[in-house]
């Protein structure tokens, strides 16, 4: 375990990109944390007055049509962005890999189910299905959770299925089984473990992917409403005013969105080269 | 070869049905897993107590689940989408008469993304260390970054606010047009057809932000995973042996390796399509394209809720649909998929 | 035998390649000459790394990128192949210099039927083969189904249609000859033809390409690692160690008066008919690190005979007997093998 941190260190600091990846997260995440205090202004104050101003000194990013601060709003939206792509990830990379280890480990009957779930969550556009869970379970930002953590179960699943199936016969969990673990504790304890680092891979590139799932459903208007800030909502309140040159309130948001996304993203590959330096692309 | 062929759609064919099984099912209940009074959703919001009753026998609401599926599937089956409460029309006409704005900027949108990252991919394997390389790498860093809709909203600003060379994101077509006769419904294909020349560049131009917004995204993965196969197969033995044989370059390069990199890029085509067929309701919403994606979402706003349904049944068909395509083609393509070794 | 100056059909001269690796440049090859005569069969022998496939690879310019020609030449019918244009060598490949290769099913496009591989490069050579382009079709699956009967393939008519998955490794390598061989070549080099296939096909395919060969006059050049394949097929042997060429001699003349202590060690670790296990003796430490510095002579490090010189003079090539060419300072005295 020391050996392996040792060498994730070492790697992240060889690498300068990751580096930088790691940097922007820390920052993110201290941004998520603490939004409201660092903000400037009230993010949902509004001030008729000071509507629609470009950027300036007193207003970095600029006001919105309701003279809302565009820099507090941003800044409070990432805490609400990133619960959001960290709860559906989390959800469904918990719930995921368990089904998707049992279904390797134990065969029959429970691989043919969750691979037959599988399978229908996958015979659906992912967007298009999460669309419809929203719509049909109602607007709320525990519903936008659930839906983007079912469309990402899949993957999950199919993941540690596969890297199950390999391990299953290994000698290490012989070993385990024969001093005494029963197959619960064999899969939990043993073969689960070493599954672990290419599924971290796949983790830090889906949580930039949910941030692009969840922020589109409240583009569309589906889950969380305005006024509550989240860069989806955002972008759609500036987009009818990018056709009048109103740039700054829709790039912000958008820019702030890109940003997680490609922070993730980065991560992701960068984890991928430590895992697995023969994959790197 | 051609008894393989009929074996392999044939086998295709049967393993694509439990996925539209699953579609008709999940969108089924889904439907009426909605909170609250579903009847009520599928009557609107401004209908009468009995209106609601009506719609409640209509659509065997107050029968049991297994019996309300069963007409579900004899309403499917006679092509019967219900009825749009905001205009008025059936689903099904409505989704028809505007399929077809969806599927042109869909396909445009795929023809350009395989026109850029093909070649790119292609480049950048044969040219390690070149700027076409180092383009590839950042285009597929980054591609996979940009949120579809805020792109939209970036083209739109800075090709047609600032530069003004695009025209407005109105629709498919300029008002001072009216649409061609419809033969395909594709509006360029039909003013071609109607043989009119200016009538198909507005119609074409209209259609270019929207395509690169959608493109876009997906040139990222294509590009990548054509780049690392097209590497792979180079440095594989058979092209070691074509080039010992003396074949040209070209030949190695297109009839050789160029063919055999191509089956995993068709596998990654199936993801291509999930994020296009979910992107159309984004970029249609950002461009004010009266595909069904917007119609979907009118509807959405409405809570009438028929056209969402009919929506999601549609692109989830399409789906199957092609991904049986795609099946099909990597089956034409490899033959070890084909017969049975 | 060769007379004096007859001009041999293929001459490597003092052929010198370095791979560039993570670790520093790897000198792969240093100072190789060999010449190869009109359709004489010549076995490259060596352990594995001894250079002998990068020989063959660097003589048709199919070294990978990381590869480097530094010196040498190697003239083929008046062009120097190192020095030529890609163009030159696309025309002499498979034209006039055919190669096939070890593991042959994966040697062989996966997704094409093996006939239209023939017919690739048929259609590629067409120009010089005198095929004119009425009927061009049928004459040349005519031909490729020809090539196939002469490789034995059996119902080579169906067969022109199988893709290489349903081939097994052996027809795989008839195939691969029947490539090579398609627009009948005066050299073919065959770098571990039966690597990759069972034992009993082995002799089979080594049967079939001597009689190709001398049906067609075409010179050979047989990579292996196995002395014994090389015994009874080359009329000269080329010994290999660590990227030199360490002796070279005609075949009888070579296992029953091998000079080089490598060589004599080589033979001597050679299961043969009649010897017991025991018998065997190993060649003593392995082959040197190419990625270190080392001594002119690459073998010093395993070698019991080493004298002072051998560890700074360069490496001589004497001539001990007709046609018999050694690298070292302190050969074996004219003996039998041990």
């Known amino acids: ?281 | 070869m051609r008894g393989s062929l009929f074996r392999l759609v044939g086998k295709r064919f049967a393993a694509a049905l439990p996925a539209l099984v699953a579609v008709v099912v999940v969108t089924f209940l889904l439907m009426r897993a909605m909170p609250g009074d579903p009847a009520a959703y599928f009557a609107g919001l401004s209908a009468t107590k009995e209106a609601i009753e009506e719609i409640r026998k209509k659509l065997g609401l107050d029968r049991s689940l297994p019996e309300q599926f069963v007409f579900y599937i004899r309403d499917l089956a006679r092509g019967d989408l219900g009825q749009s409460v905001t205009t008025g029309q059936p689903v099904t006409t409505e989704i028809a008469t505007r399929l077809p704005a969806s599927l042109e900027l869909t396909l445009f949108a795929l023809v350009l993304a395989l026109a850029v990252a093909l070649p790119l991919g292609v480049l950048a394997a044969t040219r390690p260390g070149s700027w076409v390389d180092h383009l590839s790498r950042v285009l597929t860093t980054t591609g996979v970054s940009l949120p579809t809709f805020f792109t939209g909203l970036l083209l739109i600003y800075v090709f047609y606010y600032l530069l003004g060379w695009a025209p407005a994101p109105l629709g498919r077509l300029d008002s001072v047009w009216s649409p061609p006769a419809r033969a395909t419904g594709f509006y360029v294909i039909d003013s071609l057809l109607a043989g009119d020349p200016a009538l198909a560049w507005a119609c074409a131009k209209q259609l270019v932000l929207p395509a690169i917004t959608m493109a876009l995204f997906v040139m990222a993965p294509i590009a990548r995973m054509t780049r690392a196969s097209m590497l792979g197969a180079l440095g594989s033995d058979f092209i070691r042996t074509a080039r010992a044989s003396g074949l040209t370059r070209a030949t190695v390069l297109y009839r050789y390796a160029f063919r055999n990199a191509m089956l995993p890029v068709v596998t990654t085509l199936g993801m291509v399509f999930s994020f296009m067929l979910g992107a159309n309701v984004l970029v249609e919403k950002v461009f004010a394209w009266p595909g069904i994606g917007s119609f979907a979402l009118d509807a959405l706003v409405a809570s009438d809720y028929a056209p969402v349904q009919g929506f999601v049944l549609t692109m989830a068909s399409i789906y199957v649909l092609l991904n049986l395509t795609i099946d099909i083609l990597y089956g034409l393509i490899d033959p070890r998929v084909r017969i049975e070794a | ?338």
Request: overall charge positive.
């Open chain 1, 1 to 281: 375990m020391k050996a392996s941190l040792h060498h994730a260190r070492y790697v992240i600091t060889e690498n300068p990109v990751t580096l930088f990846a790691f940097g922007l997260l820390v920052l993110i995440v201290l941004v998520a944390l603490l939004g409201p205090w660092i903000a400037p202004y009230d993010p949902l104050t509004t001030n008729t007055v000071r509507k629609l101003e470009p950027p300036s000194r007193a207003h970095w990013f600029g006001t919105d049509q309701l003279g809302r601060d565009m820099l507090s709003r941003v800044l409070v939206a990432t805490r609400l962005d990133l619960i959001i792509a960290i709860g559906a990830v989390g959800l469904s990379f918990l719930v995921g890999t368990a089904a998707g280890a049992c279904a390797g480990f134990f065969g029959g009957w429970t691989d043919r189910i969750v691979s037959r779930l599988s399978d229908a969550i996958m015979a659906f556009p992912l967007f298009v299905l999460a669309m419809a869970i929203v719509a049909a379970l109602g607007n709320s930002i525990g519903n936008v959770i659930l839906a983007t953590a079912i469309i990402n179960l899949p993957f999950y699943a199919r993941m540690a299925r596969a890297e199950v199936n390999v391990r299953r016969e290994s000698g290490y969990v012989e070993a385990a089984r024969l001093s005494g673990n029963s197959a619960g504790r064999a899969l939990a304890f043993h073969v689960v473990p070493n599954a672990m680092p290419p599924m971290m891979v796949q983790v830090s590139l889906n949580l930039g992917w949910a941030m692009l799932n969840a922020a589109g459903l409240s583009f569309i208007g589906l889950g969380i409403r305005p006024p509550t800030p989240e860069w989806g909502i955002l972008v759609a309140e500036g987009a009818s005013f990018i056709l009048s040159g109103e740039w700054w309130i829709a790039l912000f948001p958008g820019l702030a969105l890109m940003v997680a996304v490609f922070c993730f993203n980065l991560l992701g590959d960068g984890l991928r080269d430590i895992i697995d330096p023969r994959r790197r692309t």
């Open chain 3, 1 to 338: 035998m060769l007379e004096r100056g007859e001009i041999p059909l293929l001459s490597i001269d003092d052929l010198s390649v370095e791979f560039r690796t993570r670790d520093g440049i790897v000198k792969a090859l240093e100072g190789v000459t060999f010449n190869v005569r009109k359709g004489e069969t010549v076995g490259v022998v060596g352990e594995s790394g001894s250079g002998k496939s990068v020989t063959a690879l660097a003589v048709l310019g199919l070294l990978p990128a990381a590869a480097r020609v530094t010196t040498g030449t190697a003239v083929f019918g008046g062009l120097d192949l190192l020095h030529a244009t890609s163009r030159q060598l696309e025309e002499c490949r498979g034209r006039e210099v055919s190669m096939i290769f070890q593991n042959p099913r994966t040697a062989l496009n996966p997704i094409r039927t093996v006939g239209q591989q023939i017919v690739d490069v048929l259609e590629r050579h067409a120009n010089v083969l005198g095929v004119d382009a009425t009927g061009r079709g049928k004459h040349v699956r005519a031909r490729a189904v020809e090539l196939l009967a002469r490789v034995k393939i059996p119902d080579p008519e169906r067969r022109f249609g199988a893709y290489p998955f349903e081939l097994s490794g052996g027809m795989c390598q008839r195939v691969m000859i029947a490539l090579a061989l398609a627009c009948s070549p005066s050299l073919l080099i065959a770098d571990e033809p039966t690597t990759g296939i069972d034992v009993t096909t082995q002799a089979a395919i080594l049967d079939l390409l001597r009689e190709l060969g001398s049906r067609g006059n075409m010179a050979t050049v047989l990579i292996t690692h196995d002395l014994g394949v090389v015994a009874e097929r080359c009329d000269r042997i080329v010994v290999m160690h660590a990227g030199h060429v360490v002796e070279t001699a005609p075949a009888g003349e070579l296992f029953a008066r091998p000079r080089h202590p490598y060589t004599r060690r080589l033979i001597a670790s050679t299961p043969r008919p009649g010897a017991k296990l025991a018998d065997l003796m190993p060649i003593p430490g392995s082959v040197p690190d190419l990625r270190r510095t080392l001594p002119p002579c690459r073998y010093r490090s395993r070698c019991e005979r080493a004298l002072p010189e051998c560890d700074t003079a360069p490496l001589p090539r004497l001539e001990v007997a007709a046609l018999h060419r050694v690298a070292c300072h302190h050969p074996l005295e004219d003996a039998t093998a041990a």
